[in-house]
């Protein structure tokens, strides 16, 4: 049974607010990760305070820095149900876990964060995941000037 | 932020390898540790001579986890405390 969306509300507002887009049935899903051109983050967001008390904050640290992916976006384990199958669909052969993060470069998964990668670590350590993830995958901006 | 359980083992929620004194191998998240054992949430398990391991060796297996996670074959299982041999989270391997 889903956890009540009052509890659930501040940990979709910790991504959203960071500028997470919030993919809540598979045509989102499907639109966003249809698109060919580009990297995409997928943070399939969780109640779990083991594991997701962490992956939020990383995942907030990560993208204050180039490179970071063009479009962010996360699925909410246990509540947006139809929206997590098919994002975790788009993952392939990878058993599903949450929290978890998945990049994909234009329109292919190229790198998967398991839960049990994030268990246990702090933000920074998450965090430094991602950034090389980007680093490896994603454009730096150009800088003016 | 998130939701927490202080009550229980300090590897509730974290997902762990449990090496058992049989030819089995699981895989899965830790509910509870206590005296009648390992209480794992969705769990695999691989069994050595077993057809529905077959084609996968022990290694492969583990090491497929240790990259992707484990597939979620069993909703709760208990081990029995007497037949397991270590316990290791899977992020350390």
Redesign the interface.
């Known amino acids: 049974m889903p956890?009540s969306p009052m509890?659930v509300r501040?940990?979709r507002e910790?991504l959203a607010a960071a500028g997470f887009e919030e993919l809540m049935t598979a045509d989102q899903v499907n639109r966003l990760l249809d698109e060919k051109q580009g990297t995409t983050l997928v943070v399939v967001n969780?109640?779990?305070?083991?594991?997701?008390?962490m992956a939020?904050p990383g995942a907030r640290l990560a993208i204050q820095q180039t490179p970071r992916p063009d479009r962010l976006a996360t699925v909410f384990a246990g509540q947006d149900m139809e929206a997590t199958a098919q994002a975790r669909a788009r993952f392939g052969?990878?058993?599903?876990?949450s929290p978890?993060m998945a990049l994909f470069k234009d329109g292919e998964l190229v790198w998967?964060l398991?839960?049990?990668?994030?268990?246990?670590?702090d933000a920074l350590a998450v965090a430094a995941d991602l950034k090389a993830a980007f680093a490896a995958h994603c454009v730096p901006v150009a800088v003016a000037g | 932020m998130g939701t927490f359980h202080d009550n229980m083992h300090e590897l509730h929620g974290i997902t762990v390898v449990v090496e058992t004194t049989g030819p089995e191998l699981f895989i899965g998240r830790c509910h509870d540790i206590d005296a009648s054992g390992v209480i794992l949430r969705d769990a695999d398990v691989h069994r050595e001579g077993d057809p529905e391991s077959a084609g996968i060796s022990r290694s492969e297996f583990l090491d497929h986890a240790r990259r992707y996670g484990a597939w979620p074959k069993m909703k709760r299982h208990l081990i029995p405390a007497d037949s397991v041999r270590e316990i290791r989270r899977l992020g350390e391997i």
């Open positions: 956890y509890l501040p940990m910790e969780s109640v779990c305070g083991c594991a997701a008390g939020r052969p990878i058993p599903p876990s978890s998967f398991p839960r049990h990668r994030i268990e246990g670590r």
